[in-house]
């Protein structure tokens, strides 16, 4: 779980190192998945696990609904909002999505919200307050367009989670995790051939190099990675865990971008921990 939080959170810098060569995000995006698609269909070949609760009807639905919310929106939301805000600023908003499941929760299944889970989304979205007010260095149109797509990539991720935690034990980690990645792949591909007129193959080496190790270091070993934490762990701790991702991120667009890091956000980046932490350690798991 450790080591693949921090391979996600290099992602967003390959993005941002990817982005200094002219191409545009859904074209980066397409890349991603078009190499990492190999992977996933090699081990679901290789992957016969039988599952003593076989899936329904129902419950492929489900996984094909997830791949695309999940993965291929959340993604694309994503993709696009580094065009408008930092690599550390994007990790920070993105890893709000605990507090976003506690909500939702509360909302579609009247899940109550205790006082500690009250506490932990004030001191989540002060934090981000925080950092969000003190990034002065771009337009403001820039930032409230980037944050907004993040948040709503943050949002997307978090009905994924919701979902995946019904269908893992019915699939299985690996199948699942496969699964639902193919068909996001496949999303992400069919959206890219019907509105994107750039071509894929006639682009910098320099895109070609980030795009396969985004594939194989961002995507397709930590996918596994964290999928199996969660199995294991459970999502609370899994997601504590994870918290070693926005710290790895602001790390790496310091040493790599060059991104300012300062004694603000600094402070902000401790509460929005601090709350995503509280969160994830009073979390209540969601089948719905």
């Not at 993005?15 to 078009?34: H, T």
């Amino acid at each position: 779980m450790f080591g693949g939080a921090i391979l996600f959170s290099a992602k967003a810098v390959m993005v941002k190192l990817a982005y200094k060569y002219g191409i545009e995000p859904i074209s980066l995006l397409a890349l991603r998945m078009l190499f990492s698609l190999p992977f996933y269909i090699g081990i679901a070949l290789l992957s016969s696990k039988k599952q003593d609760d076989r899936p329904k009807t129902k419950d492929w639905f489900l996984l094909v609904l997830l791949g695309i919310v999940g993965y291929y929106l959340s993604s694309l939301f994503d993709f696009i909002g580094l065009k408008y805000i930092t690599a550390n600023l994007e990790r920070l908003i993105l890893f709000i999505y605990p507090t976003l499941v506690v909500v939702f929760s509360a909302i579609l299944f009247r899940i109550p919200i205790g006082r500690k889970e009250w506490i932990a989304l004030a001191c989540t979205y002060f934090g981000i307050f925080i950092v969000f007010y003190y990034k002065d260095d771009q337009l403001p149109t820039d930032m409230l367009i980037g944050a907004t797509l993040i948040f709503l990539s943050a949002v997307t991720y978090a009905f994924f989670l919701m979902g995946s935690g019904r269908l893992i034990p019915k699939f299985g980690t690996t199948n699942f995790t496969t699964y639902v990645m193919i068909i996001s792949c496949i999303a992400v591909l069919t959206h890219n051939f019907i509105f994107n007129k750039t071509s894929l193959f006639d682009l910098p080496q320099q895109v070609y190099i980030i795009s396969i190790l985004m594939a194989v270091f961002s995507t397709v070993i930590p996918s596994f990675l964290i999928s199996e934490g969660i199995a294991n762990m459970g999502s609370g701790p899994a997601s504590i865990v994870a918290s070693i991702g926005p710290v790895s991120t602001i790390i790496l667009s310091y040493v790599f971008l060059k991104e300012p890091f300062g004694l603000i956000q600094g402070i902000g980046t401790v509460f929005v921990l601090l709350g995503v932490g509280i969160v994830s350690s009073n979390k209540k798991e969601v089948k719905p």
